[in-house]
């Protein structure tokens, strides 16, 4: 899928219950076989492609580290409030509305320690958010690579993502 919009700053004058106003907001969904705007794409005589397509909604993810039909992904790691803390956040949105699922959120590396493991249920208006601090000592120096591990009610595997991080 490829997104075009514009008009962000300039739509904020217009009055919304004004549909033909050109100074409103406006986004485009593309979707279809090309990867890029603009982009010719060939379909030869009587060729025939198929493909899903899934929109999920992004609103209040700083940024997507993974996506899938089941879930965006949105893992962040930072130093601490206090200089030898760590901070983990792992941001979904599943495309499960009101369906329990697990969470899993792990580091791997130097060594394998689990940092959260509890029940999330789908919210097409919020993404769940789990933040923890884990200080420094109790984890060591090293590379390692944060995980996400969601899962349905059943055992399923929805959606895993991971992102390099170096502790030290």
Known sequence: MKLWTWG???GSSANPLTFGDSRRPYIEL????SREFFTDARLDANAEKKWDEYYIPTVGLPGVSYANQHALIDLDYSRGKAPQDH???ARVFA???GETMDLWLRLRGAKDVELYHGECRGNPAKAVE???AREA???????YRF???L????GEKLAEAGIPIEIR
């Not at 593309?30 to 076989?33: I, L, T």
């Not at 899962?151 to 059943?154: F, K, N």
């Open 8 to 10: 962000y700053r300039q």
């Open 30 to 33: 593309w979707a279809g076989h």
């Open 87 to 89: 901070a983990f956040t």
């Open 95 to 97: 495309t499960h509305p």
């Open 130 to 132: 789990v933040e923890i």
């Open 137 to 143: 000592g109790g984890l060591g120096p090293g590379q």
């Open 147 to 149: 995980e996400l591990l």
């Open 151 to 154: 899962s349905s009610a059943s």
